[in-house]
């Protein structure tokens, strides 16, 4: 196995440890979820960054890329949304897409074709990211009792719009509207396939 795919699969056992963690609901796990979510997400650049970089894109990892990331957000998404910090559509919204996404590939590489990534995907992976991090910092930071300054403080940042917060809402309402915008432009995209054509 190559380092790029290494790294890959290395995110799917931060998911794991990831999902261990928040689920303690104390600031250990909550700052142990952030730190590994965060490592995680930059792993994502990382390992195709090297890969391209090296000369070491394989079809497994072309597979387990996408793969592990969508697990990583779904994972995330969905402990918001038991925490109260999301709303339950918004992500099954966000999951539906990427099965979508990932079934609308699939048709198309059996037809002997490529869908190609839009620029909208990276940006709302981006949103959905920034959303995600800044959720943790906030529960984090809740659970510090202001025992850290600068944590507080980014806390107070980080608040959702239940404690008045306007950060967590616009990465959390710009990801809905990448995750629907360039889930369209897929479907677009591979109109003919959906046709049988």
Request: charged share 15%; with cysteine.
């Amino acid at each position: 196995m190559n380092l790029p795919n290494a790294i890959t699969f290395s995110r799917l056992l931060m998911t794991a440890a990831f999902v261990v963690a928040v689920s303690q609901s104390s600031l250990l796990g909550y700052g142990a979820g952030l730190v590994l979510f965060v490592i995680a997400a930059v792993s994502d650049f990382v390992d195709g960054w090297l890969a391209r970089k090296m000369g070491l894109v394989t079809p497994l990892g072309k597979l387990m890329d996408p793969l592990a990331d969508k697990i990583l957000v779904s994972a995330a998404f969905v402990f918001f949304t038991e925490k109260g910090l999301c709303p339950v559509w918004v992500t099954a919204l966000i999951i539906g897409r990427e099965f979508l996404v990932t079934g609308l590939r699939q048709i198309a590489i059996e037809a002997g074709q490529v869908l190609a990534a839009d620029g909208l995907g990276k940006w709302k992976t981006g949103f959905q990211l920034a959303y995600l991090i800044t959720g943790l910092v906030w529960l984090t930071a809740d659970h510090a009792k202001k025992q850290v300054a600068a944590l507080e403080w980014l806390g107070q940042l980080a608040r959702p719009i239940s404690e008045g917060g306007w950060l967590q809402p616009v990465f959390l309402w710009g990801a809905v509207a990448l995750t629907v915008i360039s889930g369209m432009n897929y479907v677009w995209s591979g109109r003919g396939l959906l046709k049988g054509k």
